[in-house]
């Protein structure tokens, strides 16, 4: 079923007729603004306001707001504002692109991705413990992703160059960088233990590398302070939607900018995290006690617990390193009856399993502190938890250094064993994240909802088979290079013996994957042809219908015409296919990955080994074995050229930048070293700028969000004091705040939550077209008395062919140029005369608003 028929308007656009008395407010004879909030790709200042002079007075490079020159000091004229609203644009773009090295974040793609696993959570109805259940469960994939990306550096470093390659005079000798760890030159480094301890500086370069990243994007990002909720004290609960008084006058100093903190042992009252604070549906009918999730205080203020993950994610992958060099020495000593340094292996490993222990614990203990403003670090955690485990690193460090004269490296490093685990524990905490998914989705069921319930599951195992693939391939591209002409585990004629089986199997799993893609990919495509031929005649009643109106025009059907706008249309229900791609993508990958542990674990020999005299299944197996590890060279190369072009081109940026707007809109609840969170800056800026405009002069303001931008426009609202949002209106347009967001994130974009932001603004108004991609219904309900949130589809192209009105053909625009349909005035017109007028705070006493550093145009 299209959207257009889950719309149960007639086919003519609605008529946009003036709101009844009994609905509308006296027109406000105080100021107008429509605050202008870009979406996906984003655009300049001069596009969104139309005009080439503009000026930035307020902000900085990330993200400011602009006007028109002429509209600088619009509000000191008492003539200005009444008939139309001033222009202002709110441009974030920056938030998400600018430098192009920034595309390296794609590389961490699965972090990012196992940290939209938790916000897929479904609603909780009553059940505390099952979401919180559910939040330590992702918590710990998110974990095993961290430590599964250092110990695939630790087998890159350790294993493949500095025990085989380094360890083998003919690798070794054929790459000059490599000759002086090679046991030939009996130099100092050419001990196992010394080549170990120095090639896992890698490995730690690389989690200090993450710890920075997530570390100064934490300071950027996760430190911005709302206006509601910044007075909060510590324990105090955050303010109900009625208690919200205006705080936008608070001094945003009115909690120390400081780190606070307190100590693990003294915040037991704070065990209550935002799993199991999720918000708990009422009965039906009645309004919730206390603000949506997405309106709570803490919500965009979530310092205290990255800077816990971070710790623990941190401390884990120092650990994981630690681990891998005290191994390889203890297996040794203990093989060689080195009484004193046996010792001292065993009571290395029994620190570092207690270094294990304390990470799971932190882990456990907490999520997010939503209710209130919790501006507070745990110093146990932040600070002791990775200083400890550079102390292990450092011990670890000079037990392995330690001198061993008979020590020789022989074989592979013993790491199947260690990968199989990780694999084996990620099937295991997916399939409990499932089924905690169907429970909770058994409580709250709504036929909109992706996958049933159980897209955060699907998505945590995408997550899982990204690392896993892209470990895989890593690791067996590298053997591939340092083997020269050999195939690592097959001819048994190279250098070295290669990567653990594992990997192989998993770099082996790229190419099947593909092949089986395939198959929905043909029959999406055959869906939208046939969805071409099926929509065409209702496109030409449609259009006919509407142009019979004008005796001017003469109807005249074009097929190339009509084929163009239903291809248009078929395309953009092919979204709507998504859940069902994800199922199978996902559902395929944990398949092929627990064939992949069970065929490493059961022949314990490589793919192409393991089918030796199979015929045809032993080329596929060869050919899949030898693409897997050139695909995924090949993907890092499309992945870094791709994201560089999206970040510095705008109409790639629109292509593919929903996906990453999407995965970076949440805050990092799971994953500390997932790309930055742009909403926790961009939120608290569009609420401070609603909350000091309306106080101060007393007007009334629109804000108006289109696509991704009308996601952060619903936010900013929730955010607002009551008294705030009784002067706020909100129009959106190609917006995804169902389409996408309610289906994929019930818990806080569901009918509920939705419901409720109809219910705390004074009007809203959303548009949408047949043939935007993105963009869609809301499907509220109408209220009684009340206009619809949805209005009619808007036709698209505008007028179907040449006429006298429109002599030249009308572009389909689907996801674009909202504001040049005539309706998207008229609308905004009706919802500033649905607003009551307000008296400001200090009349006619408005403040200019401060310019950027220079206060220059910027057009």
Known sequence: MTRAAMWPSPPARERVTPVSSAMSAPKSEGPALELLVHGVGGASPQEILGDPRTV?????????????????????????????????????????????????????????????????????????????????????????????????????ALDLVAWQCAGVASCANSRSWLGFLSPEQGGWWSQPGRRLALASLVPTALVGLLWYLSNRTWNAYESQRPPTGAEVAEGEAGPGPQQRGSAAATDSSATDSSAIYADDADDSRDTADADADAEFEPEPGVRPAGPPALGRPGFWYGRR?????????????????????????????????????????????????????????????????????????????????????????????????????????????PGDAAFRLIALTQVVLVVALAVTAVVLQRQARHPRTALRGVAGPAVAM??????????????????????????????????????????????SVIPVLLLVLIVPAVVLAVRVLLATRRLGPGVEAEYEARERTRPSDVWRPDRVRTRRIAGARARADLTDAAPRMVGIIAGTTLVLGVGAVLGAWISGAVPGRAFAGGGWAESFAEAAQALGSWLVGFGFILFVTWGRRAYRDASARRTIGILWDVGTFWPRAAHPFAPPCYAERAVPDLTWRMCTWTEQTGGRLVISGHSQGSVLAAAAVWQLPAATRSQVALLTYGSPLERLYGRWFPAYFGPGALGDLRGEVKGWRNLWRPTDPIGGPVLLPPETGQRPVDGAPLHDPVVYGRSRSHPL????????????DPVFTAERQQLLERLLPAIPSQPHSYEEPAQGSSGRSSG
């Open 56 to 156: 930035r007075v307020s902000g900085d490079e990330k993200a400011a707001i602009f006007r028109r020159c002429d509209d600088e000091k619009a509000e000191r004229d008492p003539e200005r504002g009444r008939d139309q609203p001033i222009p202002e644009a709110y441009c974030w773009s920056n938030l998400t692109s600018g430098n192009s090295a920034r595309a390296l974040w794609l590389l961490l793609l699965p972090f990012m991705v196992v940290n939209l696993a938790h916000w897929m959570r479904p609603r909780a109805l009553g059940r505390p413990g099952t979401s919180r259940a559910y939040g330590v469960l992702v918590r710990l994939v998110a974990l095993s992703l961290t430590v599964l990306l250092t110990a695939a550096a630790c087998e890159v």
């Open 305 to 413: 617990l990255v800077a816990r993950l971070r710790a623990a994610h941190t401390a884990v992958g120092l650990l994981t390193v630690s681990a891998a060099i005290t191994g390889a020495a203890a297996r040794h000593d203990r093989a060689a009856d080195s009484v004193l340094l046996t010792i001292c292996g065993w009571v290395l490993e029994t620190l570092l399993a207690l270094g294990f222990l304390a990470v799971l614990a932190v882990v456990f203990r907490r999520g997010r502190s939503e209710r209130r403003f919790d501006a507070r670090l745990d110093r146990i955690a932040v600070r002791r938890l990775p200083a400890a485990a550079i102390a292990l690193w450092v011990l670890a460090l000079l037990y392995a250094g330690w001198p061993r004269p008979d020590w020789v490296s022989r074989g592979a490093l």
């Open 462 to 507: 995408l997550a899982c088979a990204l690392g896993g693939v892209m470990t895989g391939g890593v690791a067996q591209r590298v053997a591939d290079w340092l083997d020269g002409p050999g195939t690592p585990g097959m001819d048994g004629q190279g250098n070295i013996p290669g990567p653990p089986v594992l990997l192989s199997w998993q770099a």
């Open 809 to 820: 053909p009308e572009p389909i625009r689907g996801h674009s140029d909202y504001q040049a």
